[in-house]
């Protein structure tokens, strides 16, 4: 089974601080995503990243950083968190098909 | 523009109520459409994926077919445990990115 696991399933963070969500898949996949989901907006993509080093902005980059060190892993990074990115963020990897998700991380900035 | 819409947004079923999902797309050059399942608090869970018009799949209660311009997602005889949020996506050909819906939020009473 693919497994895509993210660092922490809750975070509470102070406006203004630089926040680090990790994520890590174990499928050898080339592509990796960030999301972050509100209700009545679905899921919207912050970055991706086909393979290391390399990344793309997608709809939402904005205040978003990511690094892609390693193949495995993929962290997004808030610069300096403000109060409108709470909100869940999930990551995600795939190979050429289907996405699949790990579990969440519901981050609150107060 | 690239969009995915689900209708309903919303629904409600009695136990063994069959009804249908819809997720109408537009893109150019459909690489492949997905179906997931979303509990609350987690991140989506990969249902199917169907990459040309006509196909079919299914699992369980569930079936999942293709046109040209939307897929359905059939629940036949549905449990109060197949209540969650269904979300499509889309992948358009020469992309890595993914489209996704705002979902159909289901609940099943016993």
């Known amino acids: 089974d693919v497994k895509v696991t993210q660092s922490s399933r809750y975070l509470v963070k102070r406006t203004g601080e630089k926040v680090f969500l990790e994520c890590v898949q174990d499928?050898?996949?080339?592509?990796m995503f960030w999301y972050r989901q509100d209700p009545g907006l679905g899921l919207r993509l912050i970055y991706f990243s086909y393979d290391v080093k390399m990344k793309e902005k997608g709809d939402i980059p904005e205040g978003y950083s990511v690094s892609r060190e390693k193949k495995e892993r993929f962290s997004l990074i808030l610069e300096s968190a403000s109060t409108n990115q709470t909100s869940m963020y999930l990551c995600?990897?795939?190979?050429?098909?289907?996405?699949?998700f790990g579990q969440g991380t519901r981050l609150t900035v107060v | 523009e690239d969009q995915v819409t689900q209708s309903p947004e919303a629904l409600r079923l009695q136990e063994g109520e069959s009804s249908s999902l819809n997720c109408s797309y537009t893109?150019?050059?459909?690489?492949?459409l997905f179906w997931y399942r979303q509990d609350p608090g987690k991140g989506p869970e990969f249902l199917f994926t169907l990459y040309s018009a006509g196909e079919e799949k299914e699992k369980e209660r569930l079936k999942a077919t293709l046109t040209k311009k939307e897929s359905f997602l059939h629940i036949t005889a549905p449990k109060p445990e197949d209540s969650a949020t269904y979300l499509c996506?889309?992948?358009?050909?020469?992309?890595?990115?993914?489209?996704f819906g705002t979902g159909t939020r289901l609940k099943v009473l016993a």
């Open positions: 499928m050898d996949h080339e592509n």
């Open positions: 996506a889309v992948q358009e050909g020469g992309t890595y990115k993914y489209i």
């Open positions: 893109v150019s050059g459909l690489r492949g």
């Open positions: 995600a990897s795939s190979f050429k098909g289907e996405a699949f």
